[in-house]
């Protein structure tokens, strides 16, 4: 008899343990592996929308999973409604731009989804792939602590600076690499002065914050700002970080200028530019090896699709091993084959209409032709469901 099915899943993360969840549906063993030594070992952290993949979500969670998922929103008392909207509003003059529609939208918070996705999957922390090898029907990862693991499939759900991705493009290395966008971001989770924090919650009831009691001191926000430069300002530290950003909001009105002000010093600051992969059709060794999520289509995040992209692979994949005639290596390798050709334009697709979105909305020439403006939280050239919850100054 042919020994079942088992797939390696590298990355514990959305995409890969949205992808787990599928396999143990089906009954085919899935194992992630991590590199990271738990959950928790990497400070940086978000939350994020989910603006037209909520049914996709849908179909691949538990209904006991799905259940939960309003308990992991960063605004406890928020109920998905019809009517939510991410309002868009000019940070110098206060002047609302347009209420961008976001039906039933989600805002999750990332550690508590990412937690609730680990339960009951077999995840591995602290195993980094280092490399991955071929035989007939089946694939090898190896791993830097020298252990090895086979199966007849391997997801790299491994970030946007995916190894998988490097090993599927190693005749021609430069296809893989991240491109480099003209935005810099500068991200903090910080509370604020109980002023500012009570006058950006008041923007929008349905902005969603993360409070823990009624002091708007007390409560959480994600702060995102993002610039367009060629230029890297070489930023380090924490409060070099925080200084630079509060002196690009001189011109801001009030709340905005007042909450990057009411930042306290020591608060953890990231500073980064933006980076994006459009996705290249790879050589999945005739569908032993393959990508989903960020690896597949690293995107810039002002519309919020990544996330959302990432669900929507799985869910084709999951509708792809839903016709596999018998849980066979060849029906796995052309389950994933069929899985490759929706993903690959998509990818593309997705990853430069989001460059361009991002590129218009540093313009204040353009903005009015962003994806942002035209087309909301949408799939691009789709209206579908879709959400709001960060407090985002992006600077023309
Ligand atoms: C500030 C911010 C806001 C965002 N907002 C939104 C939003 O509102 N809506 C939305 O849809 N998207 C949003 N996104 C994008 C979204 O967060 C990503 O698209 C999504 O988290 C990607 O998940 P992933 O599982 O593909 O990759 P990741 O979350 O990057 O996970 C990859 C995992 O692979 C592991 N790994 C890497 N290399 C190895 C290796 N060699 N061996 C083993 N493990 C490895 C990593 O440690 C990591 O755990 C936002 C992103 C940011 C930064």
């Keep these: 008899m042919a020994s079942p099915l088992r797939v390696l899943i590298i990355g514990a993360r959305s995409a890969g343990l949205l992808m787990a969840h599928v396999f143990k549906k089906i009954g085919i063993s899935a194992t992630v592996s991590e ?63 347009k209420d961008l529609g976001a039906p039933y939208c989600l805002r999750l918070r990332r550690r508590p989804w990412l937690e609730l996705l680990r339960g009951g999957l077999d995840v591995r922390f602290s195993k980094r792939l280092a490399h991955i090898s071929t035989v007939e029907d089946g694939v090898i990862a190896t791993f830097t602590d020298g252990t090895t693991e086979s199966g007849n499939l391997l997801i790299g759900a491994d970030g946007a600076h995916s190894i998988v991705r490097q090993y599927l493009f190693q005749e021609s290395p430069q296809d893989a690499l991240l491109l480099k966008s003209p935005i810099l971001a500068t991200v903090a989770i910080t509370t604020l002065d109980r002023g500012a924090a009570a006058a950006i919650r008041k923007l929008n009831p349905t902005f969603h914050m993360t409070l823990d009691s009624n002091d708007p001191a007390n409560w959480t926000f994600l702060i995102v700002a993002t610039w367009h430069s060629e230029e890297d300002t070489g930023l380090q530290g924490d409060d070099a970080i925080l200084d630079d950003l509060r ?16 930042i306290p010093r020591g608060t953890k600051m990231w500073h980064t530019r933006m980076d994006y992969w459009p996705t290249k059709p790879w050589d999945s060794r005739g569908g032993l090896v393959t990508l989903a999520g960020d690896a597949a289509h690293s995107m810039t995040f002002h519309r919020g699709q990544g996330l959302g992209n990432a669900i929507r692979d799985v869910a084709e994949l999951q509708s792809r091993l839903g016709a596999m005639a018998s849980n066979t290596p060849a029906e796995l390798a052309k389950a994933v084959q069929a899985y490759e050709t929706d993903l690959w334009p998509r990818g593309y697709d ?47």
């Design 350 to 396: 997705v990853a430069m209409a989001n460059l361009e979105n991002s590129i218009r909305l540093h313009d204040w020439d353009s903005v009015t032709k962003s994806l942002m403006l035209t087309e909301g939280l949408s799939r691009v050239g789709e209206r579908m469901h879709g959400a709001s919850g960060q407090a985002v100054f992006g600077t023309p």
């Design 247 to 262: 002196s690009r909001a001189h011109d801001l009105t009030f709340p905005f200028k007042e909450s990057l002000a009411t």
């Design 35 to 97: 590199q990271d030594s738990s959950p928790t070992a990497r400070p940086r952290d978000w939350n994020f929308g989910i603006y037209w993949a909520q049914a996709r979500l849908e179909e691949i969670l538990t209904p006991e999973l799905n259940a939960a998922l309003d308990t992991m929103q960063t605004d406890p008392a928020y109920k998905r409604h019809a009517g939510s909207v991410l309002p868009l509003i000019n940070g110098k003059t206060g002047e609302p731009l």
